[in-house]
């Protein structure tokens, strides 16, 4: 099935929620809500799932219009962050609850249930209660509950955020596996960039109630259409700098508000003379030059975190706050004076409104957006 | 400030422990020295919260002593150890301003008024409190508010160590190296034992100095940032490091080769003398940062079927396997992978690490 | 948060309102009929207007059982509330004992009313009651029927012992919501017992609080059971209060105009206080909202 959602906006007690918005989305398709908190994820799979209707706008399920049914009637089957399950049934009876409404035959019930809890590892808890298992395994119950309904439309409002670190990464590798064999459209929802790389898919970037962009994932990714999809799609945010680009003696330089200078080379000369917004991301931020073009920057350091195999450091220029990230540790005190190099190859131009005017060369080929 | 030593601690829940797995500490030494930042680190259920709490005074250990600058603190209050928690929730009092929650550890101790508000004024000024004082405290954000607990904490002057549960938990992922820049802050500037617990290996490797790595209530290994990641001396702390983490492949030694499924693997020749005498189960352990996928098997290239290629902004990883071992490598982004086409893989020599029932043999 | 719209919950609730409507509503509506009419006989009515407001609002008799009826419910939220507060504390909160202290507690809650009445009555009797009996063994000219003062007090200690259990047990389940953790956190901070109340517990209970006063104001303003089992409103009518007074009127008086004015006056009246109550609750201590 394709759901689509025309001019949707949600206003509730006169706070707007959700701005109007327009969203595709198609049969077997992946697709990340990517956005911080309180940016409208939780509230756009509310109106997906039919538990909130929207103030405006109509939502489409193969052309028919379905904004007043109820979730009831609704194909879909929803995963919540905390782990919600009937705490009274077994692990057995929660995962087959949806399948004795649907009224199958206890066969098939029996069928559809093994199945569905072998592919979750939970099989031999069946007989359990949810109180008696650990957070992963009552994760896995829910998934498996929202997973043996083969619905249209699977919702996943960050699933994974209150488990343990590795937890994680395990789930997610056994979410991409399931994903791949459905014929359903999944939604799923979370804040951090490297979750929606990750998965791959479509990613939708909402942003205080907006959607910033939304794409496949790599798209959005290399070509943020504007600086809240290049904000949001990185973890640390994407660095933004205002800059000048001045024509000067033939060649363009570029000024930044305390007056430091760079010469304009590589794609960003094929920039107008004008104001612009640079986005750098960390990865590009090094604390050694990576080419003899690149942009030297000196501050000092606000904060150096080494992560065993990377540093973070956090260097505060003028009153801007940039992040580099670098291979190995090199550890800094706070108040050290430091000089970062930009790599000059993978700089993003938005102009002063924050649209994007030009992004980096990738493999070779140049578009500016698609 | 202050030096906690314990010695032979060991903590069961149960009465009457019988057999190891009934206690949720096993034995161990293990000290703090004076003015360190520190990590427990480990899953859910490990043990680091019990440890916690055996140090604040909380739970009293069924084994063992602790020490506190050499002077026995076991059966002593929480309050009497000069101590500060931090929790997973800000814990503040509602109907109090900013100011008051900052001063109430002070004036339940009768410090004179005077002093209370230079103090005060200090401790908001390094935490960036000051414009916050006279705000109620409900009514803040839960990364403030937790910022307000940690003043507490550091107001009074006798602290000696200050104890961190999660803090992080509650707190909006955008905001939460604004706590971490404070934390930093604070242990340049107060040289305070900072002990920090959590299961997020990237909080604890940024946050400490020494970081223990805790499973089934036993320290597995102690060490700094970068030994844990170059030098993991167990195959949890390879797996449960880094993102993704190491590479473990079981495997036989034979003939100066390592056998993973039947594949031939170059090892050094360290390593195959040392895994030739081993007796127990062995294990190949190599991080995926130290693996390269190419075409050909020169150079020791491994054959493989590529499983999946995630594309991760400036570098790839690559999820491959030999047989049914899952192995993961991490490639640059200009690296072009062909899941269809011949694929191998090369480990680099030196970074190889052979596991005998789990405990590393040949760390340098 | 609005819900997708759904008509068929109506239906549910149709029976419901059936019977709120006849034993509430249609009730009320006839009381307000009454109460403009002057009824000599079933067949003879005069409407008066608020003839009969203007009397009730002048009664002197009504106003002395008002003010008996205010002290009355002051005294018992003055008592009931801190005891309940302090009962709660001491009950105990982990282990098997846990189970017993509620069970024991709540016993008072599940006994009739007005059998609750005919026990104290007997064991206040000066003669063949265990209470009143010991009173004057010991010295204490203690008589409920005689004396008003003793009857106020054996009133007032009825209604504690009766609800005083409500109290402690809503206070118990709002205690048992407070995390370990600011107990800990209070007892690193140095905190003493009373400030661990004042600032963490006290403000905490905030809400069961709330439910507490409304409850029992509104039960101990419409007492009737207890003090006419009792004591039937004497000695004299120094425990009559408002609810046994208003029934005098209407049914041995048979004055249904002005019983039925004073119903509705009684019914606002009560309705005002709680009001008043719940905002006072609500505000105090809160300062800026986000």
């Known amino acids: 099935m394709t759901i689509v959602l025309d001019s949707i906006s949600l206003t509730s007690n006169g706070e707007p929620y959700i701005y109007e918005s327009h969203l595709t989305l198609e049969r077997r398709s992946l697709n990340v809500l990517l956005g911080p908190t309180l940016s409208g994820k939780t509230s756009l799979m509310r109106i997906l799932a039919g538990l909130e209707r929207p103030t405006t706008g109509k939502i489409l399920v193969d052309g028919v219009d379905v904004t007043g049914v109820g979730v009831r009637k609704r194909n879909i089957a929803m995963v919540y962050q905390e782990f919600i399950n009937y705490s009274s049934h077994t692990v057995y009876n929660n995962i087959a609850s949806p399948l004795r409404l649907q009224k199958l035959k206890k066969s098939e019930i029996e069928e559809k249930v093994q199945e569905t809890a072998k592919m979750l590892h939970i099989e031999d808890m069946l007989d359990r209660y949810p109180s008696e298992l650990s957070g992963g395994q009552q994760q896995r119950c829910a998934m498996a509950r929202a997973f043996v309904k083969d619905a249209g439309l699977l919702l996943l409002d960050e699933p994974l955020v209150n488990l343990d670190y590795k937890l994680r990464e395990e789930l997610r590798d056994e979410m991409q596996e399931i994903f791949k064999k459905r014929d359903t459209i999944v939604v799923y929802a979370t804040t951090d960039p490297l979750e929606a790389l990750m998965l791959g898919g479509n990613t939708v970037v909402l942003r205080e109630g907006r959607v910033a962009q939304h794409g496949s994932t790599l798209d959005v990714f290399y070509y943020p259409k504007n600086v809240d999809a290049g904000i949001t799609f990185s973890d640390p945010p994407m660095n933004i700098l205002k800059v000048s680009l001045k024509n000067e003696n033939g060649a363009k330089t570029g000024y930044f508000p305390d007056g430091t200078t760079f010469n304009v080379t590589s794609h960003l000369s094929k920039l107008d003379p004008g104001d612009y917004q640079l986005g750098v991301r960390c990865m590009n931020i090094g604390l050694k030059p990576f080419n003899e073009n690149d942009i030297k920057i000196s501050g000092e350091v606000d904060l150096a975190e080494i992560s065993g195999s990377e540093t973070f450091i956090h260097v505060k220029h003028e009153n801007v706050r940039v992040v580099s990230q670098s291979e190995g540790a090199h550890p800094r005190h706070i108040g050290d004076r430091i000089d970062i190099f930009f790599n000059h190859d993978f700089i993003y131009a938005f102009d002063m409104e924050g649209i994007l005017v030009l992004a980096p060369d990738r493999n070779g080929s140049n578009s500016p957006q698609s | 400030m202050a030096r906690i030593d314990m010695q032979g601690i060991a903590h069961s829940y149960i009465p009457k422990p019988k057999q190891e797995a009934d206690y949720a500490v096993k034995r161990l030494d293990l000290n703090w020295e004076n003015g360190g930042a520190y990590a427990l680190l480990g899953p859910s259920g490990c043990g680091k919260t019990t440890l916690l709490n055996i140090i604040s005074g909380i739970l009293d250990p069924s084994e063992g002593e602790i020490l506190f600058d050499n002077k026995k603190v076991n059966g002593l209050h929480t309050r009497e150890r000069n101590i500060a928690q931090v929790f997973q929730f800000p814990v503040i009092y509602d109907t109090m301003t900013v100011y008051d929650n900052l001063a109430f550890p002070l004036r339940n101790r009768k410090v004179p008024e005077q002093r209370v508000k230079i103090r005060v004024q200090e401790i908001a000024e390094i935490l960036d409190l000051t414009s916050d004082l006279g705000k109620r405290a409900s009514g803040l954000n839960a990364d403030i508010k937790q910022i307000i607990s940690l003043g507490r904490g550091l107001v009074r002057e006798d602290v000696s160590a200050i104890l961190f549960d999660e803090p992080l938990t509650v707190i909006d992922p955008h905001v939460k190296w604004l706590i971490r820049r404070q934390l930093k802050q604070i242990h340049e500037q107060l040289d305070l034992t900072m002990i920090y617990v959590t299961h997020d290996q990237l909080e604890a490797l940024t946050f400490a100095d020494k970081v223990n790595v805790m499973l089934d209530g036993a320290v597995i290994q102690q060490g700094t940032p970068e030994d844990l990641f170059e030098a993991p001396a167990h195959t949890y702390v390879g797996f449960f490091i880094g993102s993704p983490g190491m590479n473990i492949l079981p495997c036989t030694i034979e003939h100066g080769h390592a056998l993973v499924e039947g594949q031939k693997i170059k090892i050094p020749a360290a390593i195959s003398k040392t895994g030739a005498a081993a007796q127990g189960s062995l294990k190949l352990g190599i991080r995926p940062e130290f693996c390269d996928i190419t075409s050909s098997s020169e150079n020791g290239g491994v054959p493989v079927r590529v499983k999946k290629v995630e594309s991760l902004g400036n570098y790839h990883i690559v999820t491959a396997k030999i047989g049914e071992v899952i192995i993961k490598v991490k490639v640059p982004e200009k690296a072009q992978i062909n899941p269809d086409s011949d694929n191998h893989v090369i480990f680099s020599q030196d970074h190889m690490i052979l596991y005998e029932n789990e405990k590393a043999l040949n760390l340098q | ?290």
């Open chain 3, 1 to 290: 948060m609005e819900k997708t719209q759904n008509n068929k919950a109506w239906f549910l609730v149709l029976p419901v309102f059936i019977m709120v409507a006849f034993s509430a509503i249609i009730p009320l509506m006839t009381v307000v009929n009454y109460s403009v009419q002057d009824i000599f006989g079933p067949n003879q009515r005069v409407f008066v207007g608020l003839e009969w407001f203007k009397e009730t609002l002048q009664d002197t008799e009504l106003h002395a059982a008002l003010l008996r009826q205010f002290i009355f419910s002051f005294s018992v939220l003055l008592l009931e509330i801190p005891l309940g507060i302090g009962i709660a504390l001491l009950m105990p909160k982990k282990g098997w004992s846990v189970s017993l202290s509620l069970v024991i507690i709540a016993l008072p809650l599940l006994i009739p009313w007005n059998v609750v009445g005919t026990i104290w009555q007997i064991f206040a009797r000066g003669d063949i009651g265990l209470g009143g009996a010991f009173m004057n063994a010991i010295g204490v000219n203690y008589n409920y029927t005689a004396n008003y003062m003793d009857a106020w007090i054996t009133v007032l200690v009825i209604d504690l012992w009766h609800w005083l259990p409500l109290v402690a047990l809503l206070c118990y389940s709002g205690l048992k919501a407070i995390p370990d953790a600011f107990y800990q956190a209070a007892d690193i901070d140095g905190a003493s017992r009373w400030k661990v109340f004042r600032y963490i517990q006290l403000p905490k209970l905030r809400s069961v609080l709330v439910i507490a006063v409304l409850l029992r104001f509104m039960d101990s303003f419409m007492i009737y059971t207890e003090p006419f089992v009792l004591t039937g409103g004497g000695p004299g009518n120094a425990t009559t209060f408002l609810s046994q007074f208003l029934a005098q009127k209407a049914i041995g008086q048979f004055d249904i105009g002005p019983a039925a004015a004073f119903s509705i006056i009684y019914f606002l009246i009560i309705l005002l206080f709680c009001f008043i109550f719940y905002q006072m609750m609500m505000n105090v201590g809160k300062g800026e909202k986000k």
